[in-house]
């Protein structure tokens, strides 16, 4: 049974510190990837949860600031959390683009390996799309709870073999499009066709973060050496 603190209480659970400031890590609430650590005042944390969206102090500019005010790489809060020692904070949010001002999906993309700070591929190559992460949740959800009135729903209850035939529609369809060179019509065949292949991964289980894996192993490997065939021994 989860205990509710009393009304006006929150704060008074938090333990700033003697600047008044507490740690907020920052996490992507569909794949639980860590984003970034900023700080957090009683101002701050106020306005992040009347807005919805993570704001916070700056030490060097002595101000606060809001995620994404002027890229418009905005975090909307799913929910916060406060660490046993109540001197922390976890915000797990719904990431708009990427997180760190560099570019990158997130803060946190340099790995220490050998003594030295290596990018990570994921980071500099293919990044994650939190969009298409939050489609295949709802596929998922579609999975278990059906509704009359959903596509996806339908689409799951007619199997397999109705999804592939939408895939082989829509690829052809994509097909037309980039022959035609019509590149409003290309994206959104493309978008068609990614949205029914989620809809194959969903109906099989498979998460999209199989697939990001698959690419990263991929990644900086000769795709013409990986389609050679294979000489056989004589």
């Known amino acids: 049974m989860k205990k ?3 009304p006006g209480s929150i704060f008074d659970n938090i333990k700033f510190d003697k600047s008044g400031l507490i740690p907020a890590v920052i996490q992507d609430a569909t ?3 860590v984003l970034m650590m900023a700080y957090m005042n009683r101002k701050s944390l106020e306005k992040t ?5 993570t704001h916070f102090w700056s030490r060097s500019r002595k101000r606060l600031w809001q995620k994404g005010e002027s890229s418009g790489n905005i975090q909307r809060v799913q929910s916060i959390h406060l660490d046993c020692d109540q001197d922390a904070l976890l915000v797990r949010v719904d990431q708009t683009r990427v997180a760190c001002h560099t570019g990158q999906w997130s803060c946190f993309h340099q790995q220490l390996s050998d003594g030295q700070w290596v990018m990570i591929q994921n980071s500099s190559g293919l990044k994650k799309s939190p969009i298409v992460d939050r489609v295949y949740q709802i596929i998922l959800d579609r999975k278990k709870r059906p509704r009359e009135d959903s596509y996806v729903s339908s689409l799951l209850k007619m199997g397999k073999d109705r999804i592939l035939r939408k895939i082989g529609e ?7 499009g980039s022959k035609n060179d019509q590149k409003s019509e290309i994206i959104s065949e493309m978008a068609d066709l990614w949205f029914h292949t989620l809809v194959l991964l969903g109906y099989h289980g498979i998460t999209p973060q199989e697939i990001y894996q698959e690419l990263e192993q991929r990644h900086g490997k000769s795709g013409l050496k990986r389609s050679r065939p294979t000489k056989m021994s004589k």
């Open 4 to 6: 509710k603190s009393t």
């Open 31 to 33: 794949s639980g990837d």
């Open 49 to 53: 949860l009347k807005a919805g969206i």
């Open 170 to 176: 829509e690829s052809g369809e994509l097909i037309i």
